[in-house]
């Protein structure tokens, strides 16, 4: 495996519009379906998040290609700087081969670098028990779960809010 997982920067929008489109296409149900990117919208999140200093876009990348991505945020704010809150996914061809794992290994250790940051959580849906399992592994425990608080599978299901504390 020569997977190479580094920061995104502008340069690699178009790399990432490809790997959504893609990803979208797969219909994950463990992902929120939102409609394919339209012109600038990839240019335009990844200018948001690169502008915030206590933001980033890890992507991981196989033969040139985006094979996964992981964006994390800390609180802007005087009441929630301590606390960020990470997305990730990884395509189908790429899952199973460690690449979500060396995604958020990386996050976690720029983000506990960060000033203040004593917490990184998330929130992952009942069903990925893949995804559950990883997180646990991690050191991510479960705080909490929101009883029907998601409609991936065209019905209310529960989500799961997960959290690692330092």
Known sequence: MDIQ???????????IKTYLTDLRAEAPDTLRQ?????P????SWLASKLALDRSFILAAF?????????????????DNRHVARFGVSVGRASRARGIGRKL???????????????RVELE???WNTSGLALYQSLGFEIEGIKRKGVNFRGQPEDDVFMAMVW
């Open 104 to 118: 958020i290994e990386c996050a976690l250790v720029e983000a506990k670098a960060w000033p203040e940051l004593c």
């Open 5 to 15: 997982v580094r920061h995104a920067t502008d340069r690699d929008g178009a790399a």
């Open 124 to 126: 992952c849906v009942s």
């Open 34 to 38: 939102r409609p394919p990117p339209g």
């Open 40 to 43: 600038g919208e990839i240019e």
């Open 62 to 78: 196989d033969s040139g290609a985006v094979v996964g991505l992981l964006d994390l945020q800390a609180g802007q704010r005087s």
